[in-house]
């Protein structure tokens, strides 16, 4: 497994690329935090989509009837296995590790 900080300069597009390479994926959602402990958020929902908007300074994720915000991130971590996006992290505002984990994709024979 190999996980590596994405640039500041890069959190829209690499999220834009996340977007698009994982549509329709199912996903959890877990918040770590000093403050609140560790938090189940989602639960296999679906992947709309994942941006970032550096005018708000909010990472934004979407499913069909869910949406996510984490605000003023401080950094963003991908983990990847064999170049498959397993899992994205992002420190917030307050300092708690958001951890999306994708779902591994069904291989049809």
Do not use: C
């Not at 770590?32 to 989509?49: T, Y």
């Not at 970032?52 to 401080?74: A, N, T």
């Amino acid at each position: 497994m190999n996980t590596y900080q994405i640039k500041t300069t890069e959190w829209q597009s690499q999220l834009d690329n996340v977007s698009r390479k994982l549509e329709s994926r199912k996903l959890d959602i877990d918040i770590i935090g000093m403050d609140i402990g560790s938090q189940h958020e989602a639960n296999a929902i679906v992947f709309k989509g994942m941006a970032y908007d550096p005018v708000s300074d909010v990472v934004e994720i979407s499913s069909e009837d869910f949406e996510h915000r984490i605000y003023s991130p401080s950094a963003i971590y991908l983990t990847e296995e064999q170049e498959h996006i397993k899992s994205i992290e992002i420190i917030d505002g307050e300092d708690r590790r958001q951890i999306i984990t994708f779902a591994d994709q069904l291989l049809l024979s």
